[in-house]
């Protein structure tokens, strides 16, 4: 008999597909409806049930708050769009201002709207998956924001204790598109009352920062280096500081990891991206009890930096062209 099983059920009315790998302990529950989002994923260590994502408390608070828990997928773009406007070879695209306050498109289009399950399994070999698909053309709506066809499909994979991302999106239009991609994960900090958020550390192999501009969160186009206690690349606690930096430089030699560590629970988090992911993401509010861990394949307002000869990172994909990339979340005990 298998360790992974992948089962379809009702919970609250809502439909969820809930993955299990009983030898480690672990099981992760993904919602089709609401943006494909991974709510929960809990590990079960030394006789501990932790959540290792900070999950909606319930299906009503997931679906008018779905950016704010579990793991939204982050596509057409991940972060701000100035104005939620952008020109692409002489196309001038308008979308939503989903952030009036600071008049901005943020986070894309996908991770609030309704996914489809296309296929699921369990084996040794493959552990227990499930794959979402989200065609652009069966939404108008997306289409007249982001006039750029597309295919997604996002495989959640759960093997030997560890949660994987599989993304793929494919270009079903008769012109180039362009896109970025990336996740939102939320991790409680800490992740037991064992530990304290002052005292979690992430370590994450970039090298530069974006300068922002503060009032509208975007950035200005320049890197330089951060500040010492902010280096993420040497390892740096939490403390008493907010985050919400962009740094640049993830996977200069291939795939890499970020790590959350929180050294009271004795638990680390290791975010594992492969080579198409440069940018990275952290945001860490002083109001919650969190800290996201965002790998990126662009930064913020890519699409506008572009048009200003600033290497942003967007990807073009020419008509039937896919592009694919691989996030791993692996819980593990720290080592000593």
């Known amino acids: 008999m298998s360790r992974y099983s992948v089962s379809q059920r009702r919970d609250a009315g809502e439909l969820v597909v809930e993955l299990r790998d009983d030898q480690a302990m672990c099981s992760a529950v993904i919602v089709p409806a609401i943006g494909a989002n991974c709510n929960r994923f809990t590990w079960n260590y030394q006789g501990q049930r932790l959540e290792l994502l900070s999950s909606a408390p319930d299906y009503e608070t997931l679906r008018e708050n779905p950016i704010l828990y579990g793991n939204p997928i982050l596509f057409p773009f991940p972060n701000r769009i100035r104005d939620g406007s952008f020109e ?15 008049h901005n498109a943020i986070h894309g289009l996908v991770y609030h709207r309704p996914w489809e399950v296309v296929a699921s399994g369990a084996s040794d070999a493959e552990g227990a998956w499930v ?40 270009n079903v239009g008769d012109g180039p598109m362009p896109m970025g991609f990336g996740v939102h994960p939320w991790f409680p900090a800490p992740l037991s009352d064992k530990g304290s958020r002052k ?8 090298s530069d920062v974006w300068k922002v501009d503060e009032q509208r969160l975007l950035p200005t186009g320049e890197l330089v280096p951060p500040p010492p206690e902010r280096d993420l690349s040497r390892g740096v606690p939490l403390g ?25 629970t004795g638990v680390e988090i290791a975010v594992i991206s492969d080579e198409a992911f440069r940018e990275f993401v952290i945001y860490a509010p002083l109001d919650r009890d969190v800290v996201c861990l965002e790998p990126y394949t662009c930064v913020t307002d890519a699409f506008n930096l572009e048009t200003q000869g600033i290497d942003a990172g967007v990807i073009v994909l020419e008509p039937g062209q896919s592009w694919s990339g691989s996030i791993v979340y692996a819980p593990r005990q720290i080592s000593v």
């Open 240 to 264: 008493d500081q907010e985050y919400d930096d962009f740094y640049t430089g993830l996977n200069r030699h291939g795939r890499s990891e970020a790590v959350y560590a929180d050294p009271g």
């Open 131 to 170: 794959t979402l698909r989200f065609a652009s053309r069966s939404f108008p709506e997306v289409e007249a924001a982001f006039p750029f066809p597309f295919e997604a499909e996002y495989t959640y994979r759960l093997k030997d204790g560890a949660l994987a991302n599989e993304f793929k999106a494919t």
């Open 88 to 102: 692409f070879r002489g196309r001038r695209v308008k979308l939503p201002l989903n952030e009036p306050e600071r």
């Open 199 to 206: 005292d979690c550390i992430v370590k994450v192999p970039v």
